[in-house]
């Protein structure tokens, strides 16, 4: 049941303010679902993140063959659990195939994923993603993403079309994103911030959000700070704010301007 599985927000949950006209009102169902939606959107993108971040890891500006060649050893030094063929310049990762660790940057992977470096020039380096399955134990991710970035702006450049399920209920959503990732001040091995743009259809309806400075550890269940604009199926306009207040928790501040509700969220999985 959906209640079972944010039990936690109800219980961290305080009603701030509560004002303005009654057509207005934002319900504390309607936060609920609001948030739970971006974190399951939002657990999906950080997902293929740092499995793109995995793929990164190569020489600028040499040939395609070459790059994927080094990804090969890269992920295998990394993640001996991983069986990986390589053909030209795709490389396809079966996850748990072998004895090992799964494990990179918090996350602990299973599925497949292919990889193809299409192209490494100083002045922009593109690669092709298509996830199977991948998931991290929480949640499954299936579809395809094209990550780009370059030798003066390390900066990467994700555009993803997904679907993904939460292993716990089967709750599904189905989306896209467009989005700039930059390492977080103590750098990539903690996390990234983000800026951009996500769309999908959850199990209630259609929604669009966008990110501003949204700042994400890989080992976190929801971003630590930044803001999201977040329209809604009920035909509401939130806000929602993120704000780390312990090593152990995250406040999620949600409103729309006239009500407004915090919850506080462990930041372990």
């Known amino acids: 049941m959906r209640m079972k599985s944010i039990g936690w927000m109800a219980a961290g949950l ?46 600028i500006g040499g040939a395609v063959e070459a790059a994927a060649d080094e990804l090969r050893s890269f992920i295998g030094s990394q993640l ?46 593109v690669v092709n993603h298509t996830f199977s399955e991948l998931s991290n134990g929480a949640i499954s991710v299936s579809g395809t993403a094209i990550v780009t970035w370059s030798f003066s702006n390390p900066s990467r450049h994700i555009e993803h079309e997904l679907v993904w399920t939460r292993l716990s209920d089967g709750r599904q959503g189905v989306g896209t994103g467009d989005r700039l990732q930059t390492p ?13 743009t996500r769309t999908w259809s959850g199990e209630s309806g259609e929604w669009a959000l966008d990110i501003d400075g949204v700042q994400v550890r890989w080992i976190d269940l929801v971003p630590q700070a930044g803001t999201y604009t977040l329209e809604t199926p009920f035909g509401k306009t939130l806000t929602l704010s993120f704000l780390r207040t312990s090593p152990t928790q995250i406040q999620v501040t949600v409103t729309n301007g006239v009500d407004e509700f915090q919850f506080n969220v462990p930041t372990l999985r």
């Open 80 to 125: 001996p659990c991983a069986q990986i063929t390589l053909s030209a310049a795709t490389l396809t990762v079966e996850y748990g195939a072998l004895a090992g660790s799964c494990t990179y940057r918090g996350q602990t992977y299973s599925g497949t994923h292919a990889i193809s470096v299409m192209r490494n020039e100083t002045s922009q380096v």
């Open 184 to 196: 977080l001040a103590e750098g990539l091995l903690v996390g990234i911030e983000i800026d951009g």
């Open 14 to 59: 305080i009603v701030v303010s509560a004002m303005g006209c009654r057509e207005e009102r934002l319900t504390r169902a309607e936060a609920q679902e609001a948030l739970e939606e971006a974190q399951l959107a939002g657990q999906a993108a950080t997902l293929i993140a740092s499995s793109a971040d995995l793929s990164t890891n190569f020489t």
